[in-house]
Every structure is written in C-alpha cells, then in structure tokens.
Nanobody
Framework: QVQLVESGGGLVQAGGSLRLSCVVSGRTFSNDAMGWFRQAPGKEREFVGRINWSGRSIYYADSMKGRFTISRDNVKNTVYLQMNSLKPEDTAVYYC????????????WGQGTQVTVSS
C-alpha cells in the first residue's frame, strides 16, 4: 500500500519560513519524480514544483521561484519543500504527490498539511 505522509505545516508570520516533509512508503521512492501542490480555500489545486528521481532536475511554478526549494533524500524516502519569505497568499493545504502519470498528473497523494501565513 502506497502512503505519502506530509508534515511540517503550521502557522507562521509573513516573512517567515517553514519546511514541509513528505515520507513515502510502499513504492520505490528513488525511481519516482515527486510533485508538490497546494490548494487554498475556494481555489483550485495549484502546482508548486517538481523534482525528478535524482534531484538534479527541479522546476517551480513562477510564483514560487526564488522563495521555495524542493529537495529529496532517497535514503530516507523523503521529499522536502523549504518555503521562505512566506506571504499570506501562500496560505493553503500543501500536498505531495508520487507516481507521475503525465506531466502534472500523479497517481498517489498525501493527506495534506495546512500552512497558514498571518499578515
């Protein structure tokens, strides 16, 4: 059974930082590209970024470039999302995803972790 478990969310003031983690089990993690997404209240799910299996290819949505960093540890089966200079508009539930089917489409999702940025 494939499981993705996110953690690290919370309440932070604008300008602050958080690091989210996503631990994957039930799959060969080191073969998987991983994605991060977010969904704010009343809005559609939004792509945050993607990291390939080796960590050598990473790309981000334009609004996250320079503030967010995705990394992975294939020994720990964990992907990370480091978020700096957070803004109130970054408030959302953040999800990790595995099992990329096509670009931006994934078979497996975590339960999400809430990030709230206060002004």
């Amino acid at each position: 059974q494939v499981q993705l478990v996110e953690s690290g969310g919370g309440l932070v003031q604008a300008g602050g930082s958080l690091r989210l983690s996503c631990v994957v089990s039930g799959r060969t993690f080191s073969n998987d590209a991983m994605g991060w997404f977010r969904q704010a209240p009343g809005k559609e799910r939004e792509f945050v970024g993607r990291i390939n299996w080796s960590g050598r290819s990473i790309y981000y949505a334009d609004s996250m470039k320079g503030r967010f960093t995705i990394s992975r540890d294939n020994v720990k089966n964990t992907v990370y999302l480091q978020m700096n200079s957070l803004k109130p508009e970054d408030t959302a539930v953040y999800y990790c995803a595995a099992g990329e089917v096509t670009t931006g489409t994934y078979a497996f999702w975590g339960q999400g972790t809430q990030v709230t940025v206060s002004s």
